[in-house]
């Protein structure tokens, strides 16, 4: 079947596995539909991608079963690797893209080999101050590498790596604190808490703010929680219970869909360091206290952490200290933000989703303007990778 034609552009955008990978490639996607792009997301089948994707409806979505790498079971791996190439095969020979970015993570794989094959301008974008293992084994193949940290530039072995920071959706520059507050059932005049463990949560979080809790209330009696907790084996309903049993105000949601109406909310934050996260607390300009997983692959977290810490825009705590480091440095921050929003100001990156646009954009009209061949119907091309 010969693929679809279409007069715009065509960018599929690979942003599966996290969050983290998935907010950042929607906030390139809403830039280049501006510039009249037909933008289609490829995720994963994970829960979270499903969730996160129920907020995006106007925007194509495919779903890949693809399995990160694990080196004790490297066939579950090669099986979803498989699988996905022949999915994507499929995708792209009707819907035949113009190039492919690609956000990290091994859903990522086979859109880039599949790309590459054909002949289709591949980009790489990775948000964490260490390159995650499917960014290094792809950059390689890519025509330009976008990093969200300077620190990152020197960790790729390829000569085309841009700085532009981790793209963020324009939102969390806008959100209000009061409206917000009240959008979510908080007093607007008293202050906020944020407790998250990331798009996935984190039982570790959880038990470490509920620990702290009784000395928050002592020092601030005024302070409301907002606190997300993840899903699975009633962690919502035990986190809920021990705010209750502490007589404290709190909502508490298992995952929400609007991230700028819940930073905007907050006053301090407490949650991991994830790469798209620190960039989204950096665009709301809200201060943190950063507990890095310590499982994190090369410890990439902790890396995160330091680059805000050193700059001022935050502070890390390690997930071992005791509750007393974690509740000291909450009230500092509750006591003390002005300097720490300023730092953050300074670590926001608001063109980086325009700036990555603007790099694919400059790849894919000329390539439209010059009539490229429609090769993608040529069973040769993909017989040797999809057999």
């Known amino acids: 079947m010969m693929p679809t034609s279409h007069a715009a ?31 289609t997301l490829l995720i994963s089948e994970k829960r979270v991608d499903q969730q996160a994707a129920q907020s995006q409806g106007d925007l194509e979505i495919c779903e ?61 974008h990775e948000s964490n101050a260490i390159p995650g293992r499917a960014n290094r084994w792809l950059a390689p193949l890519a025509h330009q590498v976008f990093v969200g940290f300077e620190s990152a530039r020197h960790r ?73 907790c ?51 607390l950096a665009a709301a300009r809200l201060p943190s206290v950063l507990i890095a997983l310590p499982t994190a692959a090369d410890d990439h977290q902790r890396y995160n952490a330091r680059e805000f810490e050193r700059r001022g825009a935050a502070r890390m705590v390690e997930q071992s200290a005791g509750p007393e480091e974690l509740a000291q440095a909450l009230c500092q921050l509750l006591a003390n933000r002005a300097p720490v929003r300023a730092a953050l100001a300074g670590m926001a990156a608001p063109r980086a989703a325009a700036q990555v646009a603007a790099h694919i954009l400059s790849c894919v009209r000329p390539q439209r303007s010059a009539n490229a061949p429609q090769t993608w119907n040529d069973p040769t091309l993909w017989s040797p990778i999809t057999a």
């Open 64 to 124: 890949l079963p693809a399995v990160s790498w694990q080196t004790r079971a490297p066939w579950r791996f090669l099986n979803g690797l498989i699988r996905s190439l022949r999915k994507v095969r499929t995708l792209q020979l009707h819907q035949r893209p113009d190039a492919v970015l690609a956000m990290g993570g091994f859903t990522s794989v086979a859109p880039v080999l599949m790309a590459r094959a054909a002949g289709v301008p591949v980009f790489l």
């Open 156 to 228: 790729f072995l390829h000569t085309h790596v841009e700085v532009t920071g981790t793209p963020v959706r324009d939102a969390f520059f806008t959100a209000t604190c009061e409206a917000s507050r009240v959008g979510l059932g908080l007093d607007a005049g008293r202050p906020v808490l944020l407790i998250m463990g990331g798009s996935q949560g984190a039982r570790a979080i959880n038990h470490r703010a509920l620990a702290v809790l009784p000395a928050l209330l002592k020092a601030w009696p005024s302070l409301q929680f907002l606190h997300l």
């Open 230 to 280: 993840g899903g699975g084996d009633g962690e919502e309903a035990r986190v809920r219970a021990a705010y209750e049993a502490q007589g404290a105000t709190a909502r508490v949601h298992e995952f929400h869909a609007d991230m700028p109406l819940v930073l905007a909310a907050a006053d301090v934050a407490v949650g991991r360091a994830g790469a798209s996260s620190l960039a989204e």
């Open 9 to 39: 552009p065509r960018v599929h955008i690979v942003c599966g596995g996290t969050g983290g990978h998935f907010f950042p490639g929607v906030a390139v996607a809403r830039e280049l539909q501006r510039a009249g792009v037909i933008v």
